[in-house]
């Protein structure tokens, strides 16, 4: 994996799910393919209710999108959900406006590096 691709997964996540799944990497490479699919979704919806002023449902998108970055060790990403759910929670509107422009590159960021894996445990991806 590169090493700007690092910053955005934590490897030790990694290596924990493979462990669970006694070294194979099935578990793995089913969780990032979920999150490629699923995540893109969710940012979607985010961008959309924030759109229409609900907070609550953003704070409800941003949860769900901070704990399927964390399970894959998408820490920055995580973080920035949980940012987004906490001022979603506020009603802060120009906060969470704020935030959501830095969740979309984060989002990218962490999508090169899961594809990367997905290349490295696979052999191959569907999600290129």
Do not use: C
Request: aromatic residues 4%; proline residues 2%.
């Amino acid at each position: 994996m590169e090493n700007s691709d690092q910053q955005w997964i934590d490897m030790g996540v990694i290596e924990e799910l493979l462990e669970m799944d006694d070294g194979d990497s099935g578990l793995l490479t089913d969780l990032i393919e979920m999150f490629l699919d699923d995540g893109m979704q969710r940012l979607e919806d985010i961008q959309r209710e924030l759109a229409a002023g609900d907070l609550d449902a953003v704070m409800q998108a941003a949860h769900r999108l901070k704990g399927s970055a964390g399970n894959l060790g998408l820490t920055p990403l995580a973080h920035l959900a949980d940012e987004l759910q906490i001022a979603g929670r506020g009603g802060d509107e120009p906060k969470s406006r704020e935030l959501l422009e830095s969740i979309g590159p984060a989002f990218e960021e962490s999508g090169k590096g899961l594809r990367q894996l997905l290349l490295t445990y696979s052999g191959g991806s569907r999600r290129m």
